[in-house]
């Protein structure tokens, strides 16, 4: 396996959950963006976008996907909740939901505000995104409600890709200065993630 990566992209999903699930596999560091920086990234992903990812003749683009992908793939792990599982399609809702309800309006927030020339750059684009970011937080923080602190995941009463991919979203938020606004729940949450042994090897092993 290969995944193709830039540092605290989205890539960072599935490199977190490689590490998590202790697979063997090789990461190709590259600059941001790869499709100008990485020679012939666009002949193995068109779109030019991160992560890629290959597992023999697969190729995959999707964050999230990937990290569903190697949760079934290479089971069993703790990692995936099954069909036959309760909380199934609870766990389902949150994977979909952490990059078109969460991840998406960061990035516009990140473009607008940084990747854009000066000129194009859109302030009122970016807070107006950040603002539908933090109010569609408010599933995470409900989501938590009572719960302790050893038992801060979002399905299953347990760690689960759902919580890397989610977990995943609050982080980004940190390098666009959104984490300021995060809930108590929220926050607790997110350093409970970032403290995993996982999470750290993931981010160990990125190129500066």
Not at 93 to 101: E, F, G, P, Q, V
Not at 104 to 133: C, G, H
């Amino acid at each position: 396996m290969q995944l193709y990566h830039c540092a605290d992209a989205r890539s960072l999903r599935p490199l977190w959950a490689l590490e998590e699930m202790g697979l063997d596999y090789e990461l190709i560091n590259m600059q941001f963006p790869p499709r100008s920086t990485y020679p012939g990234y666009l002949d193995l992903n068109p779109l030019g976008t991160v992560p890629t990812f290959v597992d023999g003749d697969l190729v995959m683009t999707e964050s999230s996907g990937i990290c569903h992908y190697l949760a079934d793939k290479y089971a069993p792990n703790d990692l995936g909740v099954r069909p036959d599982q309760a909380a199934y399609g609870e766990y389902l809702n949150w994977l979909y939901r952490s990059d078109a309800t969460l991840t998406f309006p960061q990035t516009l927030v990140l473009r607008y505000t940084r990747l854009e020339p000066e000129e194009r750059r859109q302030p009122q684009v970016a807070k107006d995104y950040a603002i539908w970011y933090h109010a569609r937080l408010r599933c995470v923080e409900l989501a938590l409600n009572g719960k302790e602190d050893d038992n801060l995941f979002l399905v299953d009463d347990r760690f689960t890709i759902a919580d890397i991919a989610i977990g995943y979203a609050l982080f980004l938020g940190i390098s666009l200065g959104l984490n300021e606004r995060y809930k108590p729940n929220t926050k607790r949450y997110l350093e409970s993630l970032m403290q995993r042994d996982g999470f750290i090897r993931a981010r160990s092993k990125q190129a500066p």
